[in-house]
């Protein structure tokens, strides 16, 4: 039955490739992870800084990485449907998965500027692995900028549209999630300083106050 108004769902993927072409456009606007696409045998992907519009007829083969999130509208086509089209998106836009009304939906993405088609990636995932293996060393942004042969601006930038937070809150989330974890499993204040980074075990101790307003004791488990 052809589709006649925007219907919007969110779809979850299992890291399988897939292929296939409807006869319909399709927009997708993700919320968590990265899906890597070919368009009609144009190499494309799509992530929370950048959304994707997928016209009606074309061949497309994708694949997602498990846990993925996406905000999938089919609508009918039309003219403003009828081309390959990668827009920008912002941390505020997720909220749109909240938004009952799919043509509201589908109007608010619409009217977000384009992305020019050659604009570098940022594979989150890969940076998360870099850093969450050498957490106690130095990572200024032109390291982690290094990583995808970007300037430090640029991929300030970027990481700031995918995940709203700078790379230096970036960092700090990920070295005060793993000290978080290490004190839940009986570590010392000063051993998970030294392993996350931080220069003391009361430096530790300030940062998970301040930005979690929690301390050790209360992340050790009972009876530790």
Known sequence: MPLLEPVSTLRTYDGQAHVHAHDHAQIMAPLTGRMELEVDGHAAFTD????LLIPAGARH???ARPGTRILVIDAPGSA???????????????????????????????????????????????LDAAL?????????????????????????????ELTGLTPGDHLRALRLESASRMLARGATLEFAAAQVGYRSG???????????GTGARA????GD
């Open 132 to 160: 969450a293996g050498a957490l106690h060393e130095s990572w200024p942004t032109a390291r982690m900028a290094r990583l995808f042969n970007l300037s430090p601006q640029r991929f300030h930038a970027r990481l700031l």
């Open 61 to 63: 083969a994708y694949c």
């Open 80 to 126: 403003d449907l009828d081309r390959l089209r990668r827009f920008a998106l912002s941390p505020a836009c997720r909220a749109l998965a909240g938004q009952a009304d799919a043509g509201q939906q589908l109007a608010l993405l619409l009217d977000l500027p384009t992305v020019l088609s050659s604009r570098r990636g940022l594979d989150l995932a890969r």
């Open 48 to 51: 929370p800084s950048c959304g």
């Open 202 to 212: 009361s430096a530790l101790a300030y940062a998970l106050r301040r930005d979690r």
């Open 219 to 222: 992340l050790r488990r009972p």
